[in-house]
């Protein structure tokens, strides 16, 4: 069977509803039965990769032969007890090639090396949010507005053209 895949994406916070599970749970379990969907590719650091980690869990009960992959932004090395740990979890676990020199920026560039490899994204977005305002440094007194992670991530998956389902709206 083709592998086909979908990652997972949002901003760090969210309302979670049973409205949003539903909606999200249903999104899935259409993705894997309509378009044949068998790998879901995870990050970290945000409430909506964890709410969709678990849904997707649940949902493995029904469809045994889906792969969830956990795609680290950080430790390009892990050891075996961490393998095996990530493993209890996860199907699969990697550190996507050439980000060591990636810095603060990692999260953005693991975010376009799952993008790159899915055929579908599940989002969640709100247009109209931004991160919160943030000193330059303690000695400096202006406030610079960082730019939202998801909003990056959305821009480059439509710029790749790849299909994105935005769960927000």
């Keep these: 069977m083709e592998n086909k895949t979908c990652c997972f994406f949002g901003h760090r ?5 049973l409205e949003l599970r539903t909606k999200i749970t249903n999104t899935i379990e259409s993705l894997i039965v309509d ?5 879901f590719l995870f990050g970290s650091k945000s409430q909506f990769d964890s709410l969709c980690y678990d849904l997707v869990t649940k949902i493995k009960e029904k469809y045994p ?8 932004a ?18 699969d676990t990697y550190y996507p090639e050439g980000m060591e020199k990636a810095g603060k920026a990692a999260y953005v560039e693991r975010n376009c090396e799952m993008i790159d490899r899915s055929n579908v994204c599940i989002i969640y977005y709100n247009t109209g ?3 919160p305002r943030r000193k330059n440094s303690r000695h ?7 730019k939202s992670g998801t909003k990056i ?3 480059y998956a439509q710029k790749k053209k ?7 709206n």
């Design 13 to 17: 916070k969210i309302v979670d509803t």
């Design 35 to 39: 378009q044949n969907i068998n790998t």
């Design 65 to 72: 032969h889906i792969k969830r992959v956990y795609v680290r």
């Design 74 to 91: 950080e430790f390009p090395c892990i050891d075996e007890s961490y393998r095996s740990y990530l493993l209890e979890s996860y199907e």
């Design 129 to 131: 949010y931004a991160p």
């Design 140 to 146: 400096d007194l202006t406030d610079y507005q960082p």
């Design 153 to 155: 991530a959305y821009d």
């Design 162 to 168: 790849i299909k994105v389902i935005n769960i927000y």
